[in-house]
């Protein structure tokens, strides 16, 4: 690109340095800006926190197979009197003995009562205890189950999703860096522009004024390039604030503190030179692209969504080993310290549901592949359309930095003319809008120029 095609270039140059960073000073190029907004951004660091939670997601996956120990404590305290129990002579047999043994003595006949045996009067015991403790400890094992298999293998495709999403907006957040950066560069361009040309029109409606006191021209002069003048200065307020938002988001972008200051060390020649000018990728691999891997991984989600549906038919089978005592036994007490066992859980009949979950989860499967093959048809149709939008934005800009060379020319003649007295103020008003208009579509395409190039590097995967 030649330096010509620009008005005026902003040069920060730090002690030969492309990086430094003091206390309220940051000093980047392109690159060190990507840099440093890798590791500052702050949507950048909450994916690879993402990456952090998916990997213990496999772990708590993996561990639902492994063996399993839970220990369980509970006390109990019963309020107010214990309730009694007696199987002598207070009980209601012994009532009974009683009453045949009165009935019998009325009857005389001692000698039979005197032949049977004599019950012994028993103490009454207590049923259970005032306070008390129960322990136990329970392991246990999965030995089979088809879902936990599939389960497995569906965390690790969680995993991939937090790494692809990281992928993802690593790609957007450099592009997003690099169009942040050329914006900035941009205005500060125009604004150069404008001030260039600001200052021009405040010489020349001086000397015009002053012409007009000597009767050489109309006041209708005075007031034309006036107009001229105050639109010049409206526009150069309006992108000097533009400048000072752009920088607040790049800020944010990049993940610094507001009141950093931000020096671009780059201007864009040197990034005309080596980013425009680099060379195009003519292939396009699709297994580059993230998002052709964002799609087949959500197609191997579902297979395996498929696939757990599938293994609902099969059964699931556990071991256990169960330990429980207590600290405070009563006198009766039944409880069972050793339990080992094994559970079966078969499924056997429920009426075409899991059949009808199976085929939905089919039906799903083949949806995603199809939504595959139209993901890659249209990244592929997109890929050409950024191809011909780059030539033509390239086209654009080389047509519309001859037009700036061409009304430069056009005003100048005129400036020069309009001083002899050969044209009038309107005339080199409209051929200094018609200069400006050329400045700001040069602009405009070299802005277009860059965002279609980013888009293509994107698509490609090679920011």
Known sequence: MRKKLLITVLIFVSSGFVFAQTDSTLSLNIQ????????????????????????????????????QINGEINYQHIPGTLPTANFGSDSSTMMMYDYIFESLDKLDVNNILDEMPKMAKA????????????YSLR???????????????ASKTYKLIADLD?????????????????????????LNIVKASLKNMELLVSETKKLHEQGFLEST???????????????????QRQIDISYMLFKILLG??????????????????SFI????????????NVSYKMGKNQVYVTELLLKREKTKYLPNISAFYNYQDKTNKANFDFTINHIVGVSLNMPIFSSFKRNSVVQQAKIEYEKSLNNQNLLEQNLKIKEQ???FSYWNALEKYKVTTKNVDLSKNVFHNTLQKYKQGMVSSMELTQTNNSYLQSETENINALFELFQTKIELEKILNEL
Do not use: H, M
């Open 123 to 134: 103490e009454p015991f207590t049923l259970g205890v005032k306070n008390s403790a129960t």
């Open 385 to 387: 359309q950024l191809r």
């Open 32 to 67: 060190n800006a990507q840099e440093y907004a890798i590791n500052n951004n702050l949507e950048l660091k909450n994916a690879l926190l993402d990456i952090k939670i998916a990997k213990k997601k496999i772990w708590e996956t993996t561990a639902i197979g492994l063996p």
């Open 256 to 273: 610094t503190d507001l009141e950093t200051k931000i020096v671009l060390t780059q201007d864009l020649d040197s990034i005309y030179d």
């Open 277 to 288: 000018e680099k060379t195009i990728n003519n292939s396009f691999d699709l297994n580059n």
């Open 166 to 190: 990281y992928e993802k907006l690593l790609i957007n957040t450099k592009a997003n860096v690099l169009n942040s950066y050329i914006s900035i560069l941009i205005l500060e361009n125009n």
């Open 221 to 239: 002069d005075v007031d034309q390039l006036q107009i001229s003048l105050n639109n010049l200065i409206n526009s150069r307020n309006t992108i």
């Open 139 to 153: 392991v246990s094992q999965l030995v089979f189950s088809g879902e936990y298999i599939i389960g497995l293998q």
